[in-house]
Each structure stands twice: as C-alpha cells, then as structure tokens.
C-alpha cells in the first residue's frame, strides 16, 4: 500500500501565491512521474503539471509562466509552486504519483485533493 499526504490549498486573492507539498509513504520501491490535476466544479479532471524521475517537467499551457513543479526523490515529495494566481486557477488540486512498489508492481495513486480558491 502507498499512502498520499497533501498539503497546501487554501483561499488567496488573486495575483497571490500557493505552494502545494504531496507525500508518498508506504510500500515504495521507485517512484516514476509525479503530477498535480485539477478539478474544477462542472469540468473534467485536467493534468496541470508533472515531473518524471530524472526531473522532466510537463505543464498545461494555462500555468506555464507561472506554476513550476518540483521533486524531491529523497523524500518522495513532489511539490507545485503556483504564482500569479487567477480565479480561473480555482479547483481541486490532486497529487498523482506513478509508484513501482517493492513487489515490482506498478500502479498510479491518487491524493485526497486540496482546494484552491482564488478570490478577492
């Protein structure tokens, strides 16, 4: 079993700025790509940004600019600095993480999700 800790959302004005941390725990053996989606209300899950072991990044046009992920392979956490944020950044935000446990199976799992609201 792999356990996912997000942290991070909360209520910023807009322009303001978020950081958002995941952590994975568990029966790890190597962790490939990490990311972070969004869902917002009425719309479908989108990929915002992810990073593959050696630290390839992938961003959806709306954040490049402006959000930069991170990882740290060390501690199996993958982090997602949002800058510049816009109202139409509002979602909830989910950690994915692709994990090869220590049976050699491979599968994706999924954090609990953190709401991010931008308003004034």
């Known amino acids: 079993q792999v356990q996912l800790v997000e942290s991070g959302g909360g209520l910023v004005q807009p322009g303001g700025s978020l950081r958002l941390s995941c952590a994975a725990s568990?029966?790890?053996?190597?962790?490939?790509?990490m990311g972070w989606y969004r869902q917002a209300p009425g719309k479908q899950r989108e990929l915002v940004a992810a990073?593959?072991?050696?630290?390839?990044?992938n961003y959806a046009d709306s954040v490049k600019g402006r959000f930069t992920i991170s990882r740290d392979n060390a501690k199996n956490t993958v982090s997602l600095q949002m800058n510049s944020l816009k109202p139409e950044d509002t979602a909830v935000y989910y950690c994915?993480?692709?994990?090869?446990?220590?049976?050699?199976?491979?599968?994706?799992?999924w954090g609990q999700g953190t709401q991010v609201t931008v308003s004034s």
């Open positions: 994915n993480v692709g994990v090869t446990d220590r049976r050699l199976v491979r599968a994706d799992y």
């Open positions: 568990g029966s790890i053996f190597l962790i490939n790509t």
């Open positions: 990073v593959t072991r050696s630290g390839s990044t």
